[in-house]
């Protein structure tokens, strides 16, 4: 029998009046979704039948299906290695030398802000384009050039990934920074530089957004949580290989051809990765998605046809990357809100641990390596528990993380000249609490809106967390002068806001991802097809409202 095409249904399957299909004696027939029926099937399901795993195995379902994890393989390495170089070069590209007397028998405070730039080997932009002293800014401004390229990117690629497609978005503006990289690298002038780094932060910064969603849109809801913290296992070695290749080369431009290289061998792979089953389906291109389960079924080697898979339908919509439609409902709304806030409020707690952490002592190469190699055994084991105990327990228990590490460091004990309680836990705040965070809060955003507008509202709320990233080291530097742990205490009140709004949100573990606003604005929950443990068969999909 076809696993695909059949589903099993249990003897108690009663018929809805005026419907040919069976359902469950226990659904209500005047609840049932107008636009998918008792024996359609979703994605979810269609890769849960791929994968074909015993009960207890069901949270690996992605080792067992190849191709996912293949796909998933793929994205992670040429996109999540990558974006660490991008984020990361501009800081270590803008690094200030340091400070020789040009005139060794008059030295002053002038001549010693004058360079003597044969004595510096590393090449940086400062020694580049001879930024001195009272041209300091403008080294410390490319630095976050990048920034507002990336905002404009975000809006751009999330528009374009939910009108156009995954695989089209992302593809096309990965080759497209691989010419812009490459052209940042033989920048001539400082202005030169700034332009072609904001390019580059519109094009391949954009992408790291809807890369994510690409990837997890192939991945089954029981494995989502693995797939994510694997993923992010690429963006620490990313993270930690940025300063060992800018302390090997000692040359702001290799970085850039290296992201050039890199992003076109990307480009040119990713190709190779099929268009998002689910954005596929949302979009009515029933051809292209039996194509591509097709092609999953056949690396699997399974002898299924996707041709008698009979899949749901989505309703008509032209709601595509429009994200102003989300207005147009209360339940809608007020979702985004209580995401975007808290994308914000994690990007806030983040950059300020990160900015106590700042002042360990060491390199500044050495730091941004031992935490990106901190960070990736924490990130398997957030994927862990998410999967085991949810997403919204997950986030509830690392606010309490914060909360307590913020609590302890109102008493602060000195070890030793460079390490102290507050160092040691803000540490721990930012690796095992808010850095986390970010890890659940994407999974959440993502499994909470619809796929017409994941990218888009995804993307929104990232470029809305740029500004909880700007404003930790205003704030602490202005409540500081109020009084020494006030910020501290702003930690604990954000955080406590932050458990209330994630009370609000429904848990979306072990639920399918929704196509439409519609179905999010009707509080509609899609249920995975489960495996029924003691008959060995598939239970039918069911639809239900949201109590």
Same mark, same amino acid.
Request: aromatic residues 10%; hydrophobic residues 45%.
């Given at each position: 029998?076809?696993?695909?095409?059949?589903?099993?249904?249990?003897?108690?399957?009663?018929?809805?009046?005026?419907?040919?299909?069976?359902?469950?004696?226990?659904?209500?027939?005047?609840?049932?979704?107008?636009?998918?029926?008792?024996?359609?099937?979703?994605?979810?399901?269609?890769?849960?039948?791929?994968?074909?795993?015993?009960?207890?195995?069901?949270?690996?379902?992605?080792?067992?299906?190849?191709?996912?994890?293949?796909?998933?393989?793929?994205?992670?390495?040429?996109?999540?290695?990558?974006?660490?170089?991008?984020?990361?070069?501009?800081?270590?590209?803008?690094?200030?030398?340091?400070?020789?007397?040009?005139?060794?028998?008059?030295?002053?405070?002038?001549?010693?802000?004058?360079?003597?730039?044969?004595?510096?080997?590393?090449?940086?932009?400062?020694? @580049? $384009?001879?930024?001195?002293?009272?041209?300091? +800014?403008?080294?410390?401004? !490319? /630095?976050? #050039?990048?920034?507002? *390229?990336? =905002?404009?990117?975000?809006?751009?690629?999330?528009?374009?990934?939910?009108?156009?497609?995954?695989?089209?978005?992302?593809?096309?503006?990965?080759?497209?920074?691989?010419?812009?990289?490459?052209?940042?690298?033989?920048?001539?002038?400082?202005?030169?530089?700034?332009?072609?780094?904001?390019?580059?932060?519109?094009?391949?910064?954009?992408?790291?957004?809807?890369?994510?969603?690409?990837?997890? @849109? $192939?991945?089954?809801?029981?494995?989502?949580? +693995?797939?994510?913290?694997? !993923? /992010?296992? #690429?963006?620490?070695? *990313?993270? =930690?290989?940025?300063?060992?290749?800018?302390?090997?080369?000692?040359?702001?431009?290799?970085?850039?051809?290296?992201?050039?290289?890199?992003?076109?061998?990307?480009?040119?792979?990713?190709?190779?990765?099929?268009?998002?089953?689910?954005?596929?389906?949302?979009?009515?291109?029933?051809?292209?998605?039996?194509?591509?389960?097709?092609?999953?079924?056949?690396?699997?080697?399974?002898?299924?046809?996707?041709?008698?898979?009979?899949?749901?339908?989505?309703?008509?919509?032209?709601? !595509?990357?429009?994200?102003?439609?989300?207005?147009?409902?209360?339940?809608?709304?007020?979702?985004?809100?209580?995401?975007?806030?808290?994308?914000?409020?994690?990007?806030?707690?983040?950059?300020?641990?990160?900015?106590?952490?700042?002042?360990?002592?060491?390199?500044?190469?050495?730091?941004?390596?031992?935490?990106?190699?901190?960070?990736?055994?924490?990130?398997?084991?957030?994927?862990?528990?998410?999967?085991?105990?949810?997403?919204?327990?997950?986030?509830?228990?690392?606010?309490?993380?914060?909360?307590?590490?913020?609590?302890? !460091?109102?008493?602060?004990?000195?070890?030793?000249?460079?390490?102290?309680?507050?160092?040691?836990?803000?540490?721990?705040?930012?690796?095992?609490?808010?850095?986390?965070?970010?890890?659940?809060?994407?999974?959440?955003?993502?499994?909470?809106?619809?796929?017409?507008?994941?990218?888009?509202?995804?993307?929104?709320?990232?470029?809305?967390?740029?500004?909880?990233?700007?404003?930790?080291?205003?704030?602490?530097?202005?409540?500081?002068?109020?009084?020494?742990?006030?910020?501290?205490?702003?930690?604990?009140?954000?955080?406590?806001?932050?458990?209330?709004?994630?009370?609000?949100?429904?848990?979306?573990?072990?639920?399918?991802?929704?196509?439409?606003?519609?179905?999010?604005?009707?509080?509609?929950?899609?249920?995975?097809?489960?495996?029924?443990?003691?008959?060995?068969?598939?239970?039918?999909?069911?639809?239900?409202?949201?109590?």
């Amino acid at each position: 029998m076809d696993k695909l095409s059949t589903t099993t249904t249990k003897a108690d399957d009663s018929q809805c009046p005026g419907d040919n299909t069976s359902r469950p004696s226990s659904s209500d027939c005047s609840s049932a979704s107008p636009f998918m029926d008792s024996n359609s099937l979703t994605v979810e399901d269609a890769y849960a039948r791929m994968s074909d795993t015993p009960p207890k195995d069901q949270g690996c379902r992605m080792i067992h299906n190849r191709a996912t994890l293949l796909i998933c393989l793929v994205i992670s390495l040429f996109g999540e290695t990558l974006a660490p170089f991008v984020v990361l070069a501009p800081i270590f590209q803008s690094q200030v030398p340091a400070k020789e007397c040009s005139d060794v028998a008059n030295c002053t405070e002038e001549t010693l802000c004058s360079w003597n730039w044969e004595t510096n080997k590393h090449r940086t932009i400062v020694t @580049e $384009f001879n930024l001195q002293c009272n041209e300091f +800014y403008r080294a410390l401004a !490319s /630095a976050v #050039f990048f920034l507002p *390229g990336m =905002a404009v990117g975000l809006i751009l690629a999330g528009f374009l990934s939910d009108r156009l497609g995954r695989r089209v978005t992302n593809v096309s503006l990965m080759l497209i920074s691989a010419v812009f990289s490459l052209a940042l690298s033989f920048s001539t002038t400082f202005h030169m530089y700034l332009s072609f780094q904001a390019l580059l932060g519109v094009t391949l910064g954009g992408t790291m957004v809807t890369r994510v969603v690409w990837m997890l @849109e $192939f991945v089954h809801d029981d494995s989502r949580a +693995y797939a994510s913290a694997i !993923s /992010a296992q #690429f963006y620490c070695l *990313g993270t =930690a290989l940025v300063p060992l290749a800018d302390y090997l080369l000692q040359d702001w431009r290799y970085l850039h051809y290296i992201i050039a290289a890199y992003a076109l061998i990307g480009g040119i792979v990713l190709m190779w990765v099929p268009e998002s089953p689910h954005w596929l389906i949302a979009n009515h291109k029933t051809e292209q998605l039996r194509s591509t389960l097709q092609r999953m079924v056949n690396f699997n080697r399974q002898d299924i046809n996707v041709q008698e898979l009979r899949m749901r339908d989505v309703p008509k919509h032209k709601e !595509s990357g429009n994200l102003c439609l989300v207005f147009s409902n209360l339940r809608t709304v007020l979702l985004l809100a209580g995401v975007t806030f808290l994308w914000v409020q994690t990007s806030f707690l983040y950059y300020s641990f990160i900015h106590m952490v700042g002042e360990l002592n060491g390199t500044i190469h050495w730091n941004i390596a031992i935490m990106a190699l901190l960070e990736g055994p924490c990130l398997l084991l957030t994927g862990v528990i998410t999967t085991r105990f949810g997403r919204r327990s997950t986030l509830l228990g690392l606010f309490l993380v914060v909360i307590a590490t913020s609590t302890g !460091s109102l008493f602060n004990v000195p070890f030793s000249p460079h390490w102290d309680l507050r160092r040691i836990l803000s540490l721990l705040g930012s690796k095992a609490g808010s850095g986390p965070m970010w890890f659940v809060v994407y999974i959440i955003t993502i499994e909470v809106l619809p796929t017409s507008v994941r990218s888009i509202g995804m993307s929104t709320c990232s470029m809305a967390a740029r500004f909880g990233a700007a404003a930790p080291s205003f704030l602490i530097s202005a409540t500081t002068r109020v009084h020494p742990n006030f910020h501290y205490l702003l930690y604990i009140t954000l955080s406590c806001i932050g458990i209330g709004v994630t009370w609000l949100l429904r848990e979306t573990k072990g639920q399918g991802l929704r196509e439409t606003l519609g179905e999010v604005a009707k509080g509609q929950s899609i249920h995975r097809s489960r495996r029924d443990s003691s008959e060995g068969a598939f239970q039918k999909i069911e639809i239900y409202n949201d109590v």
